[in-house]
Each structure stands twice: as C-alpha cells, then as structure tokens.
C-alpha cells in the first residue's frame, strides 16, 4: 500500500493486491481439489459424527422423558402412599376411642355386676365366665324355642277338641 492512499475502513488485507489474493484463493482450491478421496472421506466422517450426534440426543431426550414420567408415577405413589397412612392413622384412632368406650362400659357393667377383683383383673377368668355363660344362654333359648313350638302343637291339638274337654284339662290343678 501506498502511503500517499487514505486508510481503508475494516481489518488490514493480507494481500498486498487483489491478484494476489486471487492467486492464494484458487492455490488453496486446488489443495481441496486435488484430493477427491480424502474430501469425500472427511465429509462422510462429518455427516456420520452428525447422525451419531443427532441419534444420543434423540435417545437423550426420550430418556429424559422416560425419567420424566417415573419420577411423576414415584410422586403419585408416594402421594397415595401418604394418603394411605393418613387413613391408617385416623382408622387406629377410632378403634382406640371404640376400645376406650368398650373398656368404660365394661367397667360400668363389671360394677353393676359386682363381679370380684379377680375378675376384673383375670382377663381370662373372665373370657371363661362369658363363655360359661354364653353356654347356658343358648341352653335357655333352644329350652324357650321347644316350649313354643309345644305352646304351637298344643294349639293346633285343642282347636279339634270339643271345648268342654278343654276347659277341664285345663280345670284340673
């Protein structure tokens, strides 16, 4: 450059002229050119680096989503599994208020009752005694359950007899 010329705008050229940039330009063309092999073979390397590249992030982001969904179903479980609890406890409340009320009214009936101390601190006494009892109530209701079905026969007899031979059956002390 002359140094009479005015100062281009921009970065420096390399080139003292424009023919010989033209000259570096088709010089480094022909370097490409001149290799046809090794061009073709360094594209092929850039398209397959770009599939390859394009394949993991495909594979990446349908990971991602993958993660994406079992971290949502591992937070719904957990959910229910919480909700589950919640229901746990207020069912273990109320059966401790239904055994509390339980306890207050057998002590209420075991005083009524006069049972023993005993019996009230033998569990298993007393679990005896119900049985025990339990038994002769049922002895009691098939005794109860013959008498009516008696009363019923007894019924269904009479209505056949003449009346007078009722009343003196019945009469008779």
């Known amino acids: ?9 921009g970065r420096p050229r390399k080139w003292a002229n424009e023919a010989e940039r033209k000259r570096a330009y088709r010089q480094r063309m022909a370097e490409e050119l001149s290799d046809p ?7 092929r390397a850039a398209r397959q680096t770009a599939i390859t590249a394009r ?3 495909t594979e990446a982001r349908a990971d991602a989503r993958r993660w994406q969904r ?23 409340r109320q ?20 049972l023993p101390d005993e019996l009230r601190r033998d569990p298993d006494k007393l679990v005896a005694l119900v049985a025990e009892l339990t038994e002769v109530r049922e002895q009691y209701r098939l005794r109860a359950e013959r008498a ?24 008779r002390p």
């Open 70 to 92: 079992k971290a949502e179903a591992s937070a719904r479980r957990a959910e229910e599994a919480s909700s589950r609890a919640r229901q746990a406890v207020r069912d273990v």
């Open 37 to 43: 092999l090794a061009t073709r073979a360094a594209a």
């Open 95 to 114: 059966a401790h208020q239904e055994r509390d009320r339980a306890l207050a009214l057998l002590r209420r009936k075991l005083q009524w009752a006069g």
């Open 1 to 9: 450059m002359a140094a009479d010329q005015p100062k281009r705008p």
């Open 55 to 57: 394949r993991e992030a």
């Open 148 to 171: 009516k079905r008696a009363e019923r026969a007894e019924r269904i007899l009479f209505r056949h007899l003449p009346y007078d031979l009722i009343a003196e059956e019945y009469e």
